[in-house]
C-alpha cells in the first residue's frame, strides 16, 4: 500500500504541464498530492473541466464554469408517462406497431411490446 | 466479488468527469479504478453496466454540460417538450428511463444525448424544425443513441484498442500504463463523435420511433433534406458536422430507412404544429 502510494505521488509531481490544466484525473491526482501537504497542488473544486456530450467542442468543455443547480431543474420539468400519453392523445397521436423487418435483436426495438403485431 | 461500482469509477475518469468539489474527489479508490480499468478492458461487453450506473455517469455528463448550455428558464416550454420526448420514449425498448428532455440556450442547430436518458435539444434546432413530427425525428435519433449504449460503447472500444490485444491477458500490466491509457483516450472519446454506422443505427430508429409515435415518418426526411440545403460551414452547423455525417448521406439513410419501414407508410401520420414557444423561452445566448 505504501509503496503505491509512493509511487503515485512520484507520478503526480512529475506531471507535464501540458496536463496542467486538464482533465478530472489530473485534479484528482492533484487533490491527492493537495491532501498530504504539497504546496503547489492548487485547489480543484472550483475548475470544473468537462467533457461529456457528443458534438460538444473541446474549447467549450475546458472552459466549462462550476457545475449549476440547472440540471435539479431538468427533474422538476420531467413527465412521466400518464401525462406524455394524455398529451399525446389531446394532440391525435396514437401508437401504432411499426417496425422493421428482422430487426428483432435491435436493442432499440427488441423489447418493444407491439414487435409481435408487426410481421 | 461485485466489480460495478468499479467499472463506474473507471468510466466517469476517463470521460474526464470534474466532480464538483474535492470531497468527491476524495471518495475515489485509485487503485480500484486501476483495477477498474483492466476490468472494463476485458469485460468487452457494456452490457454487465447496470442502469443505475448509466445514469450516474449521464447525470454527471449533464450536469457539467449545462454550464455551457444553460436551460431555458421557461417551465411550460420545458414541460411541453418533456411530454413530446417521453411520448417517443415510451416507444423504445427503454420506456421506463427516467426521461429527461431540456431545450437550452445556443443558436447553433444540434441536439446531444447523454447516458442514462438526458436529452439536450439547442434553442436553433427547435426553431429549425418545421412541426412537432420533425422534432419527434430529432428526439427520437438522440433516444436510440441512449437504448443502445452507444457512448459506453465506443469508450470501450477506444479502450480496447488502446490496450491492444497484449493488455487483454496481461494480468499484471502497471496502474501507471492503465492511467496513461485512460488520460489518453478521456481527451478523444467524446469530442471526435461516434462512428458512422452508430449514427445510421440512430437515423433508422429516430424514423422508426416517431412512425411508431403515430407521426408521419416522412417528416424525417423532409427535416434532412432541409438541413443539407444548409451550408455546412456556417457556424450553426459547424458542431453539428463535427461529430455527425453530411445531411446529404443521411438523407440516403433516412430514405432507406423509410422504404423499408412495415406499419407505416411515407404521409401516414400526424404533423402536428409545434406549439413550443422558442423565442419566449429565454431569448438568444
Redesign the interface.
Same mark, same amino acid.
Given at each position: 500500500m505504501m509503496k503505491t502510494l509512493l509511487s503515485l505521488l512520484l507520478f503526480c509531481a512529475l506531471l507535464p504541464p501540458a496536463l496542467a490544466d486538464g482533465g478530472f484525473l489530473t485534479n484528482v491526482l492533484r487533490s491527492v498530492t493537495g491532501a498530504v501537504g504539497s504546496k503547489e497542488a492548487p485547489a480543484p473544486a472550483e475548475k470544473t473541466a468537462v467533457l461529456g456530450i457528443r458534438g460538444m467542442d473541446e474549447g467549450e468543455t475546458k472552459s466549462s464554469g462550476p457545475v449549476s443547480q440547472d440540471s435539479k431543474l431538468l427533474d422538476s420539468w420531467a413527465v412521466g408517462r400518464t401525462e406524455a400519453e394524455a398529451a399525446a392523445g389531446r394532440r391525435g397521436l396514437a401508437a401504432r406497431a411499426v417496425d422493421y423487418p428482422q430487426s428483432t435483436t435491435s436493442p432499440t426495438t427488441g423489447n418493444s411490446p407491439d414487435l409481435q403485431e408487426v410481421k | 466479488m461485485n466489480t460495478r461500482p468499479l467499472h463506474v469509477a473507471c468510466l466517469?475518469?476517463a470521460?474526464?468527469?470534474?466532480?464538483?468539489?474535492?470531497s468527491a474527489?476524495?471518495r475515489?479508490d $485509485?487503485?480500484s479504478v486501476f483495477g477498474a480499468a483492466k476490468s472494463l478492458v476485458q469485460s468487452q461487453s457494456v452490457a454487465t453496466m447496470s442502469e443505475e450506473e448509466e445514469q450516474l455517469i449521464g447525470?454527471?455528463?449533464?450536469?457539467?454540460?449545462?454550464? !455551457?448550455y444553460?436551460?431555458l428558464?421557461d417551465?411550460d416550454l420545458?414541460?411541453?417538450? !418533456?411530454?413530446?420526448g417521453?411520448?417517443v420514449a415510451?416507444?423504445?425498448?427503454?420506456?421506463d428511463l427516467?426521461?429527461?428532455?431540456?431545450a437550452v440556450r445556443s443558436d447553433t442547430i !444540434?441536439a446531444?444525448?447523454?447516458p442514462g436518458g438526458?436529452i $439536450?435539444v439547442t434553442q436553433g434546432m427547435l426553431r429549425h424544425v418545421a412541426n412537432?413530427a420533425e422534432l419527434a425525428c430529432v428526439l427520437g435519433h438522440e433516444?436510440?443513441?441512449v437504448?443502445?449504449?452507444h457512448?459506453i460503447s465506443v469508450l470501450q472500444k477506444s479502450l480496447l484498442i488502446s490496450a491492444g490485444a497484449s493488455a487483454l491477458s496481461a494480468s499484471t500490466r502497471s496502474?501507471?500504463e492503465y492511467?496513461k491509457l $485512460?488520460?489518453g483516450e478521456?481527451?478523444e472519446i467524446?469530442?471526435r463523435? $461516434?462512428d458512422r454506422s452508430s449514427e445510421r443505427?440512430a437515423d433508422?430508429?429516430g424514423v422508426?420511433?416517431a412512425?411508431?409515435?403515430?407521426?408521419d415518418?416522412a417528416a424525417c426526411l423532409n427535416f434532412m433534406q432541409r438541413l443539407a440545403s444548409l451550408k455546412a460551414d456556417t457556424g450553426a452547423l459547424a458542431?453539428?458536422y463535427?461529430?455527425?455525417p453530411t445531411a446529404k448521406e443521411r438523407v440516403v439513410d433516412v430514405d432507406a430507412?423509410l422504404g423499408?419501414?412495415?406499419?407505416?407508410a411515407p404521409g401516414e401520420?400526424?404533423r402536428?404544429e409545434l406549439t413550443l414557444n422558442v423565442a419566449a423561452g429565454g431569448g438568444k445566448k
Open positions: - | 466517469m475518469l470521460l474526464g468527469f470534474a466532480a464538483p468539489g474535492a474527489q476524495s475515489l $485509485l487503485g447525470k454527471e455528463v449533464v450536469a457539467a454540460s449545462l454550464g !455551457n444553460p436551460p428558464k417551465s420545458q414541460r411541453r417538450l !418533456n411530454q413530446i417521453v411520448w415510451l416507444q423504445s425498448s427503454r420506456p427516467p426521461w429527461r428532455f431540456a !444540434n446531444f444525448a447523454a438526458t $439536450l412537432e433516444i436510440a443513441h437504448t443502445r449504449r457512448h496502474g501507471d492511467r $485512460l488520460i478521456s481527451k467524446f469530442t463523435g $461516434l443505427e433508422e430508429d422508426l420511433l412512425a411508431r409515435a403515430g407521426y415518418p458542431a453539428l463535427k461529430t455527425h430507412a423499408k419501414l412495415k406499419g407505416a401520420g400526424a402536428p
